[in-house]
């Protein structure tokens, strides 16, 4: 028998956790884990003094999650976009060549070695077009891979706060699938024809669902029933609210007291009204 898993996303190690509970992990749009993995050195490999940094892309509202980066942290530069891409490059099997000599597919002719790539990066044009070419290229492949991977990733969205409703720029910005996903969730009856319109169509018929009813009720008169159920608190706010004219020491009197002074203050009046 296996504990459950109280990690409020997948992508957490054993035993660590996150600040705010549930609701910051649901809140977010993007949410990234950043690991220093291998550490680089000026007289090794690269020729740069800092590390690799494993980025990892712990949730998205539109791909796929788990994706996982080696960015090249330079100390003295920061990020190294340069450096970045031709490691994305070379496990990518677009970098040929040795030790003595590096080359980029298409390009056999201009020979490198690694701790140069930059000074040749910078100093050839024809090299830096057809190098950005195949990093652009790769990123579209990358980008479509993951877009086409996003499906598994919806129910993880919607999920991780089993408790908490999206906002309405939440369902205005999710996928035909992502939306289904909330219409099932939260218990939304949904015509069969919704699902034929156009994504935009949906996305309003699934937030007014949500929200339309709840902000009718929100905005509605307390009843006679509420006023009597109501903290001390929540009568001053009410009084506040409907412009009641109290005096100010109504409120040191009892709470029942309190509460049916309010309540004759907006019903009996209208029941006067009404009769």
Known sequence: MYPPDARPIKW???????P????????ADFMLRLDQTKALKEDEELKVKG????????????????HYIPVVFDQHRGADNVLTNYL????NKLIGGTGRGFFIKGMEDVKFLQADLRDVYESNPEFQAHFDSLVAGELGRFIKKIHATAS?????????????EPTKDDVMNMSL????VAAKKFGIDVRRDLWKGKLDYIRDGIAGALFDEKEE????????????????????VL????????DPGFWDEKLPDIRDGIAGALFDETDEETG
Not at 20 to 27: E, K, R
Not at 88 to 91: A, E
Not at 177 to 180: A, D, N, R, S, T
Not at 217 to 236: A, C, G, I
């Open 239 to 246: 009084a506040e609210e409907l412009m009641l004219k109290v």
């Open 152 to 164: 598994s990733s919806a129910e993880e969205i919607i999920d991780v706060d089993s408790e908490a």
């Open 51 to 66: 590390f690799i940094c494993g980025v990892t892309l712990c949730k998205s509202r539109s791909n796929a999650s788990g």
């Open 177 to 180: 699938k992502e939306l289904k």
């Open 12 to 18: 957490l190690k054993k035993n660590e956790t996150l």
């Open 88 to 91: 994305m490059l070379k496990s």
């Open 217 to 236: 009720e929100d905005e509605r008169t307390p009843t006679r029933d509420d006023v009597m159920n109501m903290s001390l608190k929540e009568l001053k």
């Open 20 to 27: 705010g509970g549930a609701t910051a992990a649901y809140m």
